[in-house]
């Protein structure tokens, strides 16, 4: 396959994504700091195993060898104590718009990973375990992990917001559908479903929830009241100073609302199926 881009062009779109986000935040982050890397799905598992080798060890995970996981992945971000890195897919289709978002992305990963609590690194400390709470930990922070990092991109790229909650109604409505305990993208799609409405024009210019949930009660089909617990709870995050210094404690409630909700979207099709 052609690539739309060469690798100049991707650096030139990485530069240009590094400066918008040195203007608006104060980082250690730039272009000389990140280490730059280019995969397609056919060598992505030799470029991953050499790029964690030479500079990330500890985020070298099997889930890299999982089938189709390179035609998956747009980009991903790593860090270690004194390294940051990004590999992007090198033959994207994307618009030069979408491959500067796409940058922005993964720096907001790489700053929040360094900024969320005292000294970074929230996911090693908080969500290594494997019991029920560390369930609902690691369920809370992989949704807020990608939305925080879509809605940072998305105000770093647009200084005013272009989104109207009826034009991505439906878009909602298809991600809500997704959700379901057996489904591996499940939180993902609550993370973009998040993200969409943290970012349209009604929600994201007030900092009124009674506003903006009356925006969203008017606006979106899906009527679910854990969901609005959810959208509530990230509303409330978005709107403290700074908004991407988390604790354990919002994590952990996140994670058992959006697991609640996935257990009643579960006992609901029981019954409807009975």
Not at 67 to 94: K, M, Q
Not at 169 to 195: H, Q, R
Request: net charge negative; with cysteine; proline share 4%.
């Amino acid at each position: 396959m052609a690539h739309k881009y060469s690798r100049k062009q991707l650096k030139d779109f990485f530069s240009q994504a590094v400066d918008l986000f040195r203007e608006h935040l104060e980082t250690d982050i730039s272009e000389h700091s990140v280490i730059l890397d280019f995969f397609t799905p056919e060598n992505g598992v030799s470029v991953y195993e050499k790029f964690c080798q030479a500079h990330f060890p500890k985020m070298h995970e099997e889930k890299y060898k999982e089938p189709g996981y390179f035609g998956s992945v747009a980009a991903e971000a790593f860090l270690n104590d004194t390294e940051y890195g990004i590999l992007v897919r090198e033959d994207l289709s994307f618009s030069p718009r979408e491959m500067i978002k796409t940058f922005l992305h993964e720096l907001s990963h790489l700053y929040c990973s360094r900024n969320e609590i005292p000294g970074g690194n929230f996911f090693d400390k908080y969500c290594m375990g494997s019991g029920p709470e560390d369930g609902m930990m690691n369920a809370g922070y992989a949704i807020w992990r990608e939305a925080v990092a879509d809605i940072m991109a998305d105000s770093i790229y647009c200084e005013y917001p272009t989104i109207e909650l009826r034009s991505v109604n439906k878009i909602i409505s298809g991600y809500f559908g997704e959700l379901s305990i057996t489904n591996p993208d499940s939180k993902k799609a609550m993370s973009l479903i998040i993200a969409y409405i943290m970012t349209s024009k009604e929600v994201s210019v007030t900092k009124d929830w009674n506003i903006a949930q009356r925006e969203i009660d008017k606006k979106i089909d899906v009527k679910s009241p854990m969901l609005i617990a959810i959208l509530k709870q990230v509303f409330e995050q978005l709107n403290q100073s700074p908004f991407w210094e988390i604790t354990p404690e919002f994590i952990m409630t996140l994670g058992e609302t959006y697991l609640t909700l996935l257990t009643g979207i579960m006992l609901n099709g029981i019954v409807e199926n009975k």
